[in-house]
T-cell receptor, first 109, second 114 residues
Framework: QKEVEQNSGPLSVPEGAIASLNCTYSDRGSQSFFWYRQYSGKSPELIMSIYSNGDKEDGRFTAQLNKASQYVSLLIRDSQPSDSATYLC?????????FGKGTRLHILP | GAVVSQHPSRVICKSGTSVKIECRSLDFQATTMFWYRQFPKKSLMLMATSNEGSKATYEQGVEKDKFLINHASLTLSTLTVTSAHPEDSSFYICSARVLRYGYTFGSGTRLTVV
């Protein structure tokens, strides 16, 4: 059973601090990795995609991929109350995407 | 770019009736569309993969006769919940793969069966 594992949280982070979200995946053949943000009652929206080992930065967000460890992370710098949401990690292979159950992030004002 | 338009956003229907949900890719062609269901505070559950011009592939445990999927064109896929019951009340979301972008989601449909 191919899986994507995430800590369900909630993860509470003070405003202005760095939020660190982690994810592991079981399928070594996974080719692409994604982080989605989902607000309550809304559909997921893509935050970051990453395809190769290392870091990828986009504004306050940095995705990190380590294929040897089958590990993906998302760092959110200068956390804002609007970052409070559920973050879904996903991996895909050959057009098949698998989502983790999500980590609830709560930014403390 | 890469927008999937999903309608309706909310629907309330009586038990035993059928409801159709539409997803349109607005500025790209979606040969494959994915349909998900999400219960409150739960993760996305893939129901089926819709392929243009062919039969949908359903995940284990999903009744294909209850959840009818039609993908008649490269820009439109529909999910029909037939003979809906209260336990079918959920948040239904479609998604399409966009090259060099990832997967983009429709805005979701909140179905309430009374």
């Amino acid at each position: 059973q191919k899986e994507v594992e995430q800590n369900s949280g909630p993860l509470s982070v003070p405003e202005g601090a760095i939020a660190s979200l982690n994810c592991t995946y079981s399928d070594r053949g996974s080719q692409s990795f994604f982080w989605y943000r989902q607000y309550s009652g809304k559909s997921p929206e893509l935050i970051m995609s990453i395809y190769s080992n290392g870091d990828k930065e986009d504004g306050r967000f940095t995705a990190q991929l380590n294929k040897a460890s089958q590990y993906v992370s998302l760092l959110i710098r200068d956390s804002q109350p609007s970052d409070s949401a559920t973050y879904l990690c996903a991996s895909s292979r050959d057009d098949k995407i698998i989502f983790g159950k999500g980590t609830r992030l709560h930014i403390l004002p | 770019g890469a927008v999937v338009s999903q309608h309706p956003s909310r629907v309330i229907c009586k038990s035993g009736t059928s409801v159709k949900i539409e997803c349109r890719s607005l500025d790209f062609q979606a040969t494959t569309m994915f349909w998900y269901r999400q219960f409150p505070k739960k993760s996305l559950m893939l129901m089926a993969t819709s392929n243009e011009g062919s039969k949908a592939t359903y995940e284990q445990g999903v009744e294909k006769d209850k959840f009818l999927i039609n993908h008649a064109s490269l820009t439109l896929s529909t999910l029909t919940v037939t003979s809906a019951h209260p336990e079918d009340s959920s948040f239904y979301i479609c998604s399409a793969r966009v090259l060099r972008y990832g997967y983009t989601f429709g805005s979701g449909t909140r179905l309430t069966v009374v």
